[in-house]
Nanobody, 126 residues
């Protein structure tokens, strides 16, 4: 089992920045891809970004390319999501997720993931 805890959400004005963190604990020795997803009120959960276990591969949703940056520190079992130039449409609950997979893999589909955090609210005001 792997437990995931997100932090760093909050309220920010449009154009501002936030940095989310996701700390993993438990059986983290196996290689896990780490992804971020989000769900806005009344909408389905959507993929945001994923990073491979070795950190060498990333995959971003088109809506966040050039604004969001994912990174990870395996020594700290933590993945980060730096969000810049935030827009009101980025408002959502952000979830991190982990999938046991090959070290270079970057899965995008939510159903592929094994573990999920409880989510952290990000609100961007206009």
């Amino acid at each position: 089992q792997v437990q995931l805890v997100e932090s760093g959400g909050g309220l920010v004005q449009a154009g501002g920045s936030l940095r989310l963190s996701c700390a993993a604990s438990g059986r983290t020795a196996s290689p896990y891809a780490m992804g971020w997803f989000r769900q806005a009120p009344g909408k389905e959960r959507e993929f945001v970004v994923v990073i491979s276990w070795n950190g060498g591969n990333t995959n971003y949703a088109d809506s966040v390319k050039g604004r969001f940056t994912i990174s990870r520190d395996n020594a700290k079992n933590t993945v980060y999501l730096q969000m810049n130039s935030l827009k009101p449409e980025d408002t959502a609950v952000y979830y991190c997720a982990a999938k046991k997979t090959a070290p270079w893999s970057t899965p995008r589909a939510g159903y592929e993931y094994d573990y999920w955090g409880q989510g952290t609210q990000v609100t961007v005001s206009s």
